[in-house]
């Protein structure tokens, strides 16, 4: 069964900062990925969706993907206290299962 | 308005107790899924059902049941309650069950069993 690996664990930055989670896949099994923010208590907020190798922009959020190494990261551009949650990354098999990694807690300062 | 609604959001049961999750979507989607979020643990997938057909089942015990008694509802049966069950359960849709297809997800419900 693939497995996901999350990093940082967590990570507190400065608004206005840049933020960089990184997903790495044991396996090649999944066909696209995801970013997913996950605020207490509430349901998950898809952020961006990722098919191809390079990179993908949905309004602060920017994904990369590198199928090789099977890695994929996010970066939060400016990012402001209410982007304070946990971002999960997952890998989309056949199905439409995802596979997630445990999540990034990040915290933005004012 | 949320398009996934859960219910209970909050649920508490006694070991060997039985209890329904319930689901329902108002998104005119032909797929639904559950995942489970236990502590410390990934958020992991455990079935999925496409037009209340179901697709794909992960989940080892039989004490857990899906049901779908109507296109847009995916309740959850768990029976025999064990303490390890406590964890927060989501529920999820999509159109279809195809790769790349995109998941919503409810708020979840979160399951404590002493």
Known sequence: QQKVQQSPESLTVSEGAMASLNCTFSDGTSNNFRWYRQHSA??????????????????RFTAHLNRANLHV?????????????????????????????????????? | DPKIIQKPKYLVAVTGSEKILICEQYLGHNAMYWYRQSAKKPLEFMFSYSYQKLMDNQTASSRFQPQ???????????????PDDSATYFCASSQETGRGERLFFGHGTKLSVL
């Open chain 1, 42 to 59: 509430k349901g998950l907020e898809v952020l961006v969706s990722i098919f191809s190798d390079g990179e993908k922009e949905e309004g």
């Open chain 1, 73 to 110: 990261s996010l970066h939060i551009r400016e990012p402001q206290p209410s982007d304070s949650a946990v971002y999960l990354c997952a890998g989309n098999s056949a199905g439409n299962k995802l596979t997630f990694g445990i999540g990034t807690r990040v915290l933005v300062r004012p």
């Open chain 2, 68 to 82: 779908s008694s109507k296109k847009n509802h995916l309740d959850l049966q768990i029976t025999a309650l064990k």
